[in-house]
């Protein structure tokens, strides 16, 4: 009788004992069982189901926030209470943003906060109006207050998938995440790019406030420090001598030709006064000029190189003076460099002005070298201050200016 090939293997396979998995047979043992998602699926599946408390404790707090504030306004407190609930508001979206960049992979960047100047120059009215009218506090209000409905939606869909619907579980998952990540990305992002450059201006004027102010306190210093006390001895000098000039001739000469010494060096001290405020040679004969000037008063030999086609602004002109002023009294005093150099020049939009020096290195911002202070400076005009200065040297700062064309003299 004839049997098929199939037959002759099934009868072999029953008298040889051999199970039906086939690890007696010869062939490969069956893999063991595993889940078939990745981590990338299991965290946005771990995000879903965490949407439901971190919506319930956002809602509440949002809620709360509102009704007190709104409810009190009409008293001392309400307005100052919901201002704070706002700060608070944003705190919320902060950790939103970090739970989205753990679980989503959805990267978004931080708004800019509160202006610098609204909290130190401003006073409590100013602050209070700024956060009652911050964008990003009421967009991560909105943001929490819609939440809960999302949440108590993913939270339920995820565990009755775990039961019902395991094998689309990952694609359910895949589209309820990126529907969270577009509503992350629209009330979790920062501001439109208008707003965020004038947060950015409201900050830079703080910077120039205070240097203002800092300017005018150190001429003011400098006059009653150095002119003015010199004035007044030249005054007290020349009474003196006009009270001897009859009864004693040689005395009040003396005396006139003292007062006439302090004369000159009050001259003296009033023109390097003037110089710190605005060299004349600069406003005459531009940066090639001035920046020489200031460089044959440095202790280190120093080589100046200016090409440029034009002259810049007179604003941009005086900063780029300023700042190679600045560093090379840096390395007079902190480089101990036997040369230095100061190149300026221009590349498309931007006046560029770079000092190098051969000195030990080791200059950092936060140093007390005066380094932050000038790169807030020339931030708050576009520009840009760049530090390469290795332990050793040799140190080069690079400084960035927009170029903005000379207006016509007058």
């Known amino acids: 009788m004839t049997r098929t090939l199939r037959d002759q293997q099934r009868y072999e396979t029953n008298h040889r004992g051999g199970a039906a998995d086939g690890t007696e047979t010869g062939q490969a043992p069956l893999p063991a069982a595993r889940f078939a998602y990745g981590a990338h699926t299991w965290k946005e599946i771990a995000h879903l189901l965490a949407n439901l408390p971190m919506a319930l404790l956002g809602f509440v707090y949002v809620v709360v926030m509102v009704v007190l504030g709104i409810g009190l306004s009409v008293t001392v407190v309400g307005l100052p209470l919901l201002a704070v609930g706002l700060i608070g508001a944003r705190q919320f979206g902060k950790v939103e943003r970090a739970r989205a960049r753990a679980l989503l992979g959805l990267r978004i960047e931080e708004p800019t906060p509160i202006p610098v100047s609204v909290r130190k ?11 009652l009218k911050d964008p990003v506090a009421w967009r991560n209000v909105l943001y929490e207050f819609i939440r809960l409905p999302w949440g108590v939606l993913t939270f339920t869909v995820m565990v009755v ?25 629209g009330l979790l992002s920062p501001s439109d790019e208008l707003e965020r450059r004038i947060a950015e201006l409201e900050s830079d004027r703080g910077v120039v406030v205070d240097t203002a102010a800092a300017d005018l306190r150190r ?9 003015q006390a010199r004035l007044v001895a030249l005054a007290m000098g020349l009474g003196l001598a006009k009270e001897k000039l009859l009864e004693d001739p040689d005395a009040a000469a003396l005396m006139v ?34 920046l020489s000037s200031v ?12 090409d440029l086609p034009a002259r810049p602004a007179p604003a941009i002109e005086g900063i780029a003076y300023f700042t190679v002023s600045e560093l090379l009294q840096n390395i007079s005093k902190h480089s101990r460099a036997r040369a230095a150099s100061v190149d300026v020049w221009r590349s498309a939009d931007r006046l560029l002005v770079q000092v190098q ?12 070298t005066g380094m932050a202070g000038l790169a807030e400076r020339l931030g708050a005009v576009d520009g840009l201050l760049v530090l390469e200065s290795p332990v050793g040297g040799p140190t080069v700062v690079t400084a960035e200016l927009p170029w903005r064309d ?3 003299t007058t």
Do not use: Y
């Open 406 to 408: 000379r207006g016509p």
């Open 295 to 306: 460089a044959s008063r440095c202790t280190v030999p120093v080589k100046v190189a200016v």
């Open 357 to 368: 020096d051969d000195g030990v290195g080791g200059a950092r911002f936060d140093a007390g």
């Open 161 to 185: 998938g775990v039961f019902v619907a395991w094998p689309l579980l990952g694609f359910i998952a895949r589209g309820l995440a990126n529907a969270d990540r577009m509503m992350a990305r």
């Open 121 to 131: 120059h401003g006073g409590f009215f100013p602050w209070l109006w700024a956060s």
């Open 257 to 290: 030709d003292e007062a006439h010494g302090e004369a000159k060096l009050a001259l003296q001290e009033l023109r390097e006064l003037a110089r710190g405020i605005h060299p004349a040679v600069l406003t005459d004969r531009g940066l090639d000029a001035a």
């Open 219 to 227: 001429i003011e210093r400098d006059l009653h420090d150095g002119a």
